[in-house]
C-alpha cells in the first residue's frame, strides 16, 4: 500500500522560505512522477511543481508552474523515498495547502512533463493528507 505524507509548513513572513518534504513508502513500481499541488480557500487546485523519472533512481525531469520558476526547486532522494520543495522569497499569494501526488510516469503524463508543464490533479492516484502554508507580509 503507498502512503504519502507531507511535512514542512508552517508560517513564514514575505521573502521568506521554507522546505517541503514528501515522504512515499511503499511504492514498487519502476517508474514515477511526485508532483506538488496548493489549494488555496476558494480557488481551485493548482499543481506547482512535479519531477519525474523512467526509473527510481535514474536522472529525472522537473517542471514549475510560472509563477514559482526560479523561487521553487523539487527535488528527489530516491534511497530514502523522499520528495522535497524548497520555496524561497515567498509571498502571500503562495499561502495554500500544498499537496504531494504520486504515480506511475505513464506515456500521458510524460507528455506533459515534455511540454514544461505539469499533470492535472486527476492523474495522480496516491495523495497525502497536505500540509499548510501561510505567507504574511
Known amino acids: 500500500q503507498v502512503k504519502v505524507v507531507e511535512s514542512g509548513g508552517g508560517s513564514v513572513l514575505s521573502g521568506g522560505s521554507l522546505r517541503l518534504s514528501c515522504k512515499i513508502s511503499?511504492?514498487?513500481?519502476?517508474?514515477?512522477?511526485v508532483a506538488w499541488f496548493r489549494q488555496a480557500p476558494g480557488k481551485e487546485r493548482e499543481g506547482v511543481a512535479s519531477?519525474?523519472?523512467?526509473?527510481?533512481?535514474?536522472?529525472?525531469?522537473?517542471t514549475y508552474v510560472d509563477s514559482v520558476k526560479g523561487r521553487f526547486t523539487i527535488s528527489a532522494d530516491s534511497p530514502k523515498g523522499m520528495i522535497y520543495l524548497d520555496m524561497e522569497n515567498l509571498n502571500p499569494d503562495d499561502t495554500a495547502m500544498y499537496y504531494c501526488?504520486?504515480?506511475?510516469?505513464?506515456?500521458?503524463?510524460?507528455?506533459?512533463?515534455?511540454?514544461?508543464?505539469?499533470?492535472?490533479?486527476?492523474?495522480?492516484?496516491?495523495w497525502g493528507q497536505g500540509t499548510q502554508v501561510t505567507v504574511t507580509s
Open positions: 511503499g511504492y514498487t513500481y519502476s517508474s514515477y512522477i
Open positions: 501526488a504520486a504515480d506511475r510516469l505513464t506515456i500521458g503524463k510524460d507528455r506533459y512533463q515534455a511540454r514544461g508543464t505539469i499533470p492535472p490533479a486527476s492523474d495522480f492516484e496516491f
Open positions: 519531477i519525474g523519472s523512467p526509473r527510481v533512481g535514474d536522472e529525472t525531469r522537473t
